[in-house]
């Protein structure tokens, strides 16, 4: 799992993380006040990894899962997450 977080301005903080599991890419971003989480968005993207790893075929979905994970970081940013700068998420 991939985190980042966005600048902490007035007690809140978008953080945003992505998971790639084996059927799908997910992201998850946050506003973090005042030690709550609130979501601000959810997404999914299918990208069939665990039927590709089992069929031997991983290179067919290497774009698309390198794609997914793309465009939900780009959408994360987009939201005020920024790359995590050590690893404390």
């Not at 992201?27 to 968005?41: E, T, W």
């Not at 069939?48 to 075929?57: D, F, Q, Y």
């Not at 067919?60 to 404390?88: K, W, Y």
């Amino acid at each position: 799992m991939h985190g980042v977080a966005g600048n902490e301005a007035g007690g809140s903080q978008i953080v945003a993380a992505i998971d790639a599991g084996t059927n799908s890419v997910h992201l998850l971003v946050v506003n973090a006040i005042a030690g709550q989480l609130r979501p601000v968005a959810d997404e999914r993207i299918f990208v069939g990894l665990g039927s590709a790893i089992e069929r031997g075929v991983l290179g067919s979905v290497r774009h698309e899962l390198i794609s997914a994970i793309a465009n939900l970081a780009d959408m994360a940013r987009a939201l005020g997450a920024r790359e995590a700068a050590d690893d404390r998420l």
